[in-house]
């Protein structure tokens, strides 16, 4: 098991930035692929960004490209999505995911990633 906790989330002008931070817990975080999800009221949840656990393989959903960065420290067992330039359409709530397979840790879903943290609310306003 992997337990994911987030923090740093909160509310922000649009242009402003936020890092979100995921701290896990449990089984070796080294091994495992992290990604970090969104979900905005009344829409599904939605891939933003993903990393290989040696951090050389790194995706981002076309939305973020540029302005987001993730980022993890294996030796601390955390996870960073660095949200710069951020726009009302961003507001979400946000949540880290980690999976063995580089596949499914970019899906929200069938199967999507097998473990999920509680979410942490990010609000952008205009």
């Known amino acids: 098991q992997v337990q994911l906790v987030e923090s740093g989330g909160g509310s922000v002008q649009a242009g402003g930035s936020l890092r979100l931070s995921c701290a896990a817990s449990?089984?070796?975080?080294?091994?495992?692929?992290m990604g970090w999800f969104r979900q905005a009221p009344g829409k599904e949840r939605e891939f933003v960004a993903a990393i290989s656990w040696g951090g050389g393989v790194i995706y981002y959903a076309d939305s973020v490209q540029g302005r987001f960065t993730i980022s993890r420290d294996n030796a601390k067992n955390l996870v960073y999505l660095q949200m710069n330039s951020l726009e009302p359409e961003d507001t979400a709530v946000y949540y880290c995911?980690?999976?063995?397979?580089?596949?499914?840790?970019?899906?929200?879903?069938?199967?999507?990633?097998?473990?999920w943290g509680q979410g942490t609310q990010v609000t952008v306003s205009s």
């Open positions: 995911a980690a999976d063995s397979s580089l596949t499914d840790v970019r899906k929200p879903k069938d199967p999507g990633p097998n473990y």
């Open positions: 449990g089984r070796t975080f080294s091994g495992y692929y």
